[in-house]
T-cell receptor, first 115, second 109 residues
Framework: SQTIHQWPATLVQPVGSPLSLECTVEGTSNPNLYWYRQAAGRGLQLLFYSVGIGQISSEVPQNLSASRPQDRQFILSSKKLLLSDSGFYLC??????????????FGPGTRLLVL | RKEVEQDPGPFNVPEGATVAFNCTYSNSASQSFFWYRQDCRKEPKLLMSVYSSGNEDGRFTAQLNRASQYISLLIRDSKLSDSATYLCVVREYGNKLVFGAGTILRVKS
C-alpha cells in the first residue's frame, strides 16, 4: 500500500530564516505530487504541483519554491521566511494514471510557526 | 464568489441525531466531487466520493445535484467520533482539487 511521509511535524522559525520541508511517497511510481497550505481556520490553498521529476507548477505568487529531485520526493523551500508563511503545510499525492474519480491522499503535515 | 462554499457551522448535535451538510460550487464544468474529513490538527482524509446517482457508505449518504451545482452529506445516528471538520472538494479540471473551507461538526453526549 502507498504511504506518504512528511517532516518535520512541527517547526518554529524566526522571520528571515530559510525553510526546507520534505515529503516522500512509498508504494507507487510516478505520482502527481502537491503542496498545500492551510492557514488557521481557512481552507486548503494549493501552492505547487508536480507531474514528474523537475516539473513544477506554481499556483500562487509567493516567496516559496518547490523542487522534485526524485520521483517520489517533493521539497518545499524558502530563502527568507515571512510571518505570513505560518500555517499547516500538507503534501499530497495522486495517481498519474487515475481517471476522473481519482482523488488525492495527504501526508501528516508540518505545522510551521514563524516568529 | 468562492469556488466552493460551505456553511462553516459549527453544527452542535446530540449523539444519535441526523445531520446534513450542504455545499455549492461555482464551476459548472466540475468533473468529480468528494467529501473529506479533517480531525483537529490532522491531515484531511477521504471520506467518500460523490456520484450523480447518490451513494451511501454505512451511516453516510452523499448526493449531487449538477443542475443546481449542489452537494450534500447526510450523517445518520451521529457518534461522538464523527466530530470533525467536513470538507467539500471539487475537481474542476485535470488533477486540481478545490477545497471548501469546511463545516465543523460537534457531536455531544
Amino acid at each position: 500500500s502507498q504511504t506518504i511521509h512528511q517532516w518535520p511535524a512541527t517547526l518554529v522559525q524566526p522571520v528571515g530564516s530559510p525553510l526546507s520541508l520534505e515529503c516522500t511517497v512509498e508504494g507507487t511510481s510516478n505520482p502527481n505530487l502537491y503542496w498545500y497550505r492551510q492557514a488557521a481556520g481557512r481552507g486548503l490553498q494549493l501552492l505547487f504541483y508536480s507531474v514528474g521529476i523537475g516539473q513544477i507548477s506554481s499556483e500562487v505568487p509567493q516567496n516559496l519554491s518547490a523542487s522534485r529531485p526524485q520521483d517520489r520526493q517533493f521539497i518545499l523551500s524558502s530563502k527568507k521566511l515571512l510571518l505570513s508563511d505560518s500555517g499547516f503545510y500538507l503534501c499530497a499525492w495522486s495517481s498519474a494514471s487515475g481517471g476522473a474519480g481519482e482523488t488525492q491522499y495527504f501526508g501528516p503535515g508540518t505545522r510551521l510557526l514563524v516568529l | 464568489r468562492k469556488e466552493v462554499e460551505q456553511d462553516p457551522g459549527p453544527f452542535n448535535v446530540p449523539e444519535g441525531a441526523t445531520v446534513a451538510f450542504n455545499c455549492t460550487y461555482s464551476n459548472s464544468a466540475s468533473q468529480s466531487f468528494f467529501w473529506y474529513r479533517q480531525d483537529c490538527r490532522k491531515e484531511p482524509k477521504l471520506l467518500m466520493s460523490v456520484y450523480s446517482s447518490g451513494n451511501e457508505d454505512g451511516r453516510f449518504t452523499a448526493q449531487l445535484n449538477r443542475a443546481s451545482q449542489y452537494i450534500s452529506l447526510l450523517i445518520r445516528d451521529s457518534k461522538l467520533s464523527d466530530s470533525a471538520t467536513y470538507l467539500c472538494v471539487v475537481r474542476e479540471y485535470g488533477n486540481k482539487l478545490v477545497f471548501g473551507a469546511g463545516t465543523i461538526l460537534r457531536v455531544k453526549s
